[in-house]
């Protein structure tokens, strides 16, 4: 028999879930700098003046069996919203089904129809809340080691030659448009937001966070990708170390224009990526795609990127 109840000693609970929310991470393939960045943000906003804010719940894990020892569920849910998200669970020593159960009927119980969280390689207490539920994957992020990685030299490579050119002001203002709209319907494709016009809303907020200088934001670069003098497509790549470790670097956007695609545009424009984040003191480059995405991601597979995280969605 286990029971669920709010936890008390959130001292005690501190050290214990850092060290959960780094260790998933680092088993699952992240580097420790970035799993500190990560988990640095994620227990960034869980404490107001000293208590639980809300909409984050903590509950304590209690067997009644004493032998057996408690743990913990973190989840964001204020109640009655249909989606809940755990943050993290590290189910101490009690049975993982059993937990899962409980955990499900309680959420259920307070309204929520679907669980949102990350699936990481290893992590079976995770895991066990996907085992015969529908799982839908939003999101997956993955990472090149640049300092590994396998790619051939510039002059050996297959694929097309690309250039990066820095994008002209005309070019950025149409990117920009167009990058709005195009993130806005992911983020509708994706259910990550149900309302078209909540999503561009969404989306211009970001881009404006992100690139408040515009093309000239620090530690951004914008490029047109050029073969043979024509565009063929565009990078955005970032070095800039906010919510990530100094030499990690990111890929914001990469698309080949339609006319252009399947020609080996975009790998070549990865190797430029990688070369580009290496000249720049970068040993790892890492990027989010969309789980429905299936070619972009098979275009990063090949290249080497491998899966550190999966966003998934959970049908309760
Ligand atoms: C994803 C994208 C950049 C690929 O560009 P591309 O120039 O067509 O890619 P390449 O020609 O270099 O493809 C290399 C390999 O990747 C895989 N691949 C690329 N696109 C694919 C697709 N649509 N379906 C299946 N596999 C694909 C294939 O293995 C391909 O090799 P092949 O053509 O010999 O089969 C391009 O489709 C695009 O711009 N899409 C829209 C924007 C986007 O989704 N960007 C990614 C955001 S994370």
């Given amino acids: 028999m286990l029971t669920l109840e709010p936890t008390a000693d959130l ?8 060290e959960r ?6 088993e699952g393939g992240q580097r420790r700098d970035d799993a500190m960045a990560q988990v640095g943000g994620l227990l960034g906003d869980v404490f107001v003046d000293g208590q639980l804010a809300a909409p984050h719940r903590i509950w304590r894990v209690v067997p009644s069996d004493h032998d057996q020892q408690s743990g913990w569920v973190w989840l964001r849910h204020a109640g009655g919203e249909a ?22 009927s309680r959420l259920r119980g307070d309204g929520a129809t679907s669980l949102r969280t990350s699936r990481w390689a290893g992590d079976a207490a995770t895991a066990a809340f996907t085992v015969d539920r529908a799982v839908d994957v939003a999101g997956v992020r993955m990472v090149l080691d640049l300092a590994h990685d396998q790619q051939p030299a510039p002059e050996q490579r297959p694929s097309s ?3 990066l050119v820095p994008m002209t002001r005309q070019q950025f203002d149409a990117y920009r448009a167009r990058g709005v709209q195009h993130y806005a319907d992911e983020l509708v494709k994706a259910g ?8 561009v809303a969404a989306s211009t907020q970001q881009h ?8 000239e934001t620090e530690g951004h670069w914008l490029w047109s990708a050029v073969v043979d003098e024509v565009d063929v497509g565009i990078l955005w790549l970032t070095l800039n170390g906010v919510g990530r470790p100094a030499d990690q670097a990111f890929i914001y956007d990469i698309e080949v224009l339609p006319d252009h695609r399947r020609r080996g545009h975009g790998e070549a424009i990865l190797h430029a990526a990688a070369d580009a984040a290496r000249d720049r003191g970068a040993a790892v480059l890492a990027l989010h795609v969309f789980g429905t995405n299936d070619g972009a991601r098979r275009l990063y597979e090949r290249q080497g990127f491998v899966t550190t995280e999966e966003m998934i969605t959970i049908a309760l």
């Fill in 208 to 215: 404006e966070a992100l690139l408040p200088d515009g093309r």
């Fill in 83 to 104: 989606v809940a998200t755990l943050v993290a669970v590290d189910p101490g020593g009690v049975d993982h089904g059993e937990l899962v159960d409980l955990v499900v």
């Fill in 161 to 163: 030659v690309v250039l």
């Fill in 192 to 199: 990550v937001v149900t309302d078209p016009a909540a999503a």
């Fill in 21 to 26: 929310l780094l260790a998933q991470r680092i």
């Fill in 11 to 18: 001292k005690a609970w501190w050290p214990r879930v850092r």
